[in-house]
């Protein structure tokens, strides 16, 4: 049984309909019991870094959390749930995260001027045309065969919604880039934690090829 920690933000259902989509259990849960019984468990998000903390912290989730992860059991960190997992975030100030994983979340730099046009992001795109929050379809490099990422090519499509990136003080823990603008981490592979700043419930088939594999990583 997979569980989706509720932490009053996200796209938690959606995220519940792509693992039964692909015939896996999954619960939306905030008990810590539930989550230590899980055999996977999944940290969604959408919404401001300090916000997500806060909620974190008022459910009593941060212990279940470090707890899960610790237990060696599969974690998935979709978007926010990603950038949760890292030391501390830029977002309206610099605020703690789980620190988890040693880095920060940064913002992407605002567009710049016509300089800049030779940049671009995948689709060709210059740079200072590009906007923030970067949001839409946007293409993984692989640079690492993470167990969910299995059957996903360089060059495969993903959806993004997003104005804030990793930047892993440990480079060997990203599995692919992307870029807008700027490379940045797109999703990251340590042991038993696969994360993603894409979100894979919204990604069609290609991105519920993520959540099933996740489902099936033992």
């Excluded at 870094?49 to 974690?75: H, T, V, W």
């Excluded at 994983?101 to 730099?109: A, E, S, T």
Aim: proline letters at 8%; a neutral charge; charged letters at 15%.
């Amino acid at each position: 049984m997979i569980a989706i920690i509720d932490y009053g933000m996200g796209n938690l259902r959606s995220v519940q309909k792509a693992f039964e989509a692909v015939g896996h259990q999954a619960v939306v849960t905030r008990e810590s019991h539930v989550i230590a019984d899980a055999s996977h468990v999944v940290l969604p998000g959408v919404g401001a870094f300090a916000d997500c903390m806060a909620n974190l912290q008022q459910y009593g989730l941060i212990e279940p959390i470090r707890k899960a992860i610790a237990s060696g059991k599969p974690f998935l960190g979709i978007c926010l749930g990603l950038q949760l997992l890292f030391t501390e975030s830029e977002e309206f100030g610099l605020h703690k995260g789980l620190d988890i994983v040693p880095g920060r979340v940064k913002r992407f730099p605002p567009p710049r001027g016509p300089e800049s046009a030779a940049a671009s992001d995948t689709s060709g795109k210059p740079a200072a045309c590009l906007k923030v929050p970067h949001m839409g379809w946007n293409a993984l490099s692989v640079t690492r065969p993470a167990p969910p990422l299995r059957g996903i090519e360089t060059g495969a499509y993903f959806y993004f919604v997003h104005s804030y990136y990793v930047e892993p003080q440990e480079p060997s823990v990203v599995c692919s880039v992307t870029e807008y603008g700027v490379p940045f981490a797109s999703s990251i592979w340590r042991e038993n934690i696969f994360a993603c700043q894409f979100h894979p419930e919204k990604s069609q088939t290609v991105g519920l090829s993520i959540i099933r594999n996740f489902g099936q990583w033992q």
